[in-house]
């Protein structure tokens, strides 16, 4: 049984290895992106509705040791966020061993690289400039702005205790950050200047704690994870959360995306410790084994 499961476990890391040789990296709406270990991969949206596990990219920390100070490498051993940006030509990835950076997918070039001590998500934000959220560290529990244009240096810092969740809400011109027992709501403050800084508007108590992921369903509504509940928050008025149904009883959900118009739903649950082997998904059903990668998140693309 031992020999059959582990020609299985090498059967898959294979196929995925091979397929995305052949892959041409073009990120296209409804595909998933994936991360876990020193690793991000792209899987083909349709396919996976399928069961099927079809890889068109993939990129490995290691790719890019002559683009990075030495240092990096193994800050970027423990990838979490691999967010899609900039009309699917990019990706924001994070990492909690300590880093974040900007990478263009057709080419692997690094465009913008940073030591953020645990970081779990970030997003980009008006004028060519980041947002991470870093989680417990003690040089982390913050939320971190840069300028693409100049890696490394940090432009503007507020703490955040174990922050985990960025994302730009361009309809209400606000960043919403997520902590352990609250969202936070910032404004830009002198955005064009050389000290641009972010202005609390509104916190948010969580109605459970543990905030762990933070995505966008519209410009009005978001999905938040926390330890033991999956919740939809109405960011309208003043605010407010409800059960998100499919997933409201669900713990320790690492990263929920919704698309409200089909319903679809994609996600990750940890099921080993902090990690999963798998990727889940709803309307349609599915679940793609990936038991090759520690998976912590899955994004798709808009």
């Known amino acids: 049984m031992m020999n059959k499961m582990f020609f299985i476990t090498l059967f898959v890391g294979l196929f995925i290895h091979i397929s995305c040789i052949a892959g041409d990296g073009v990120l296209q709406a409804g595909d998933l992106i994936a991360c876990g270990d020193d690793q991000v991969f792209i899987l083909d949206g349709k396919a996976a509705e399928k069961n099927v596990v079809k890889c068109k990219w993939t990129w490995r920390a290691s ?26 030509t990019k990706l924001l990835i994070t990492s909690s061993s300590g880093a974040t950076v900007l990478l263009d997918i057709a080419s692997k070039k690094v465009l913008f690289y940073a030591k953020t001590p645990m970081a779990h998500s970030a997003d980009l934000l008006p004028g060519n400039r980041i947002a991470v959220a870093n989680s417990t560290h003690e040089l982390g529990n913050s939320l971190e702005i840069y300028d693409i244009g100049t890696s490394e240096r940090v432009i503007y810092k507020d703490s955040l205790y174990s922050g985990h969740g960025v994302v730009w809400n361009e309809s209400r011109k606000q960043l919403l950050a997520l ?31 543990g905030g762990h992921d933070l995505s966008k369903v519209d410009e009005s509504h978001f999905i938040v994870s926390t330890h033991h509940h999956v919740w939809l928050f109405h960011d309208t008025g003043e605010g407010f959360f409800e059960p998100f149904t499919p997933l409201a009883n669900r713990v320790n959900v690492k990263s ?14 940890a099921e080993q410790s902090w990690w999963t082997f798998n990727i889940y998904g709803q309307t349609p059903a599915f679940t793609l084994p990936i038991p090759s990668i520690r998976l912590y998140k899955v994004r798709v693309a808009p």
């Open 256 to 269: 929920a995306n919704y698309n409200q118009d089909t319903g679809k739903l994609v996600y990750t649950i």
């Open 63 to 88: 790719e890019s040791k002559n683009q990075l100070p030495a240092a990096y490498q193994p800050l970027l051993a423990t990838l979490d966020e691999c967010k899609p940006v900039d009309g699917n």
């Open 179 to 209: 902590g352990f027992d609250e969202l936070r709501a910032y404004e830009l403050v002198n955005w064009s200047s050389e000290k641009p800084a972010l202005k609390l508007v509104k916190s948010y108590k969580l109605p459970d704690d």
